[in-house]
Nanobody, 116 residues
């Protein structure tokens, strides 16, 4: 089992920045991929960024050049640095982890609101 706890969401004006954190605990050696999804009401979850086997980060086209995914193995934490935020980035952001056994774990989600 893997437990994920997000933090760092909030209200920010357009053009602003936020950094989301996701602290992981449990059977971390079983994890192959970690990343972030986001979801707005009535819409499916959208993949934002992910990293597999500790290398090679993928980003949604809508966030390339503005968002950066990183990890700190010593703190067992991954981050999503979000710059140049736009109103359309408003969503609940979820951290996730996929194991080699193809189980998926989710955090509880953190709200990001981009508004003046």
């Amino acid at each position: 089992q893997v437990q994920l706890v997000e933090s760092g969401g909030g209200l920010v004006p357009p053009g602003g920045s936020l950094r989301l954190s996701c602290a992981a605990a449990g059977s971390l050696a079983t994890i192959r991929t970690m990343g972030w999804f986001r979801q707005t009401p009535g819409e499916a979850r959208e993949m934002v960024a992910s990293m597999t086997d500790g290398v090679g980060t993928d980003y949604a086209d809508s966030v390339k050049g503005r968002f950066t995914f990183s990890r700190d193995n010593t703190k067992k934490t991954v981050y999503l640095q979000m710059n140049s935020l736009k109103p359309e980035d408003t969503a609940v952001y979820y951290c996730y982890a996929d194991s080699y056994a193809q189980s998926r774990y989710w955090g509880q989600g953190t709200q990001v609101t981009v508004s003046s």
